[in-house]
């Protein structure tokens, strides 16, 4: 059994009315992104994470993953659904059994 974590990060957080998206807001220091990663991360049963952001976010995911060993994060769509679809397609290589699809904003 294989199972890899799909962590969605590519929202705009326009409900939110901040300059940067809730993923990238600092919860107790860290950008929630960074603490959903850590948390997934210390999942035994995980094998890999691959993470979905939105177009424009390269530095904001930059500076939230900095010093982590990820694969590139993939470009999400204009909606989930296809922010999803990316991110399985991205996975269809590995053949995982098993996918967690999680939301970054909620570490």
């Known amino acids: 059994m294989e199972c ?3 962590v969605m990060a590519a929202g705009s957080g326009l409900r939110l009315g901040r300059e940067r998206p809730k993923q ?3 919860l107790a220091g860290l950008p929630m992104l960074r603490r959903t990663i850590d948390a997934l991360r210390a999942c035994p049963e995980l094998r890999e994470l691959q993470v979905v952001i939105g177009a424009g976010q390269d530095d904001l995911y930059d500076a939230a ?3 982590l060993e990820l694969p590139p994060p993939v470009i999400g769509g204009a909606t989930r659904q296809a922010s999803v679809r990316r991110g399985l397609e991205a996975l269809a290589r590995r053949a995982p059994t098993h996918v967690l ?3 970054a904003a909620r570490p």
Request: net charge neutral; charged share 15%.
């Open 4 to 6: 890899v974590a799909l």
């Open 24 to 26: 990238y807001q600092a």
């Open 65 to 67: 993953t900095r010093g």
């Open 101 to 103: 699809v999680h939301d």
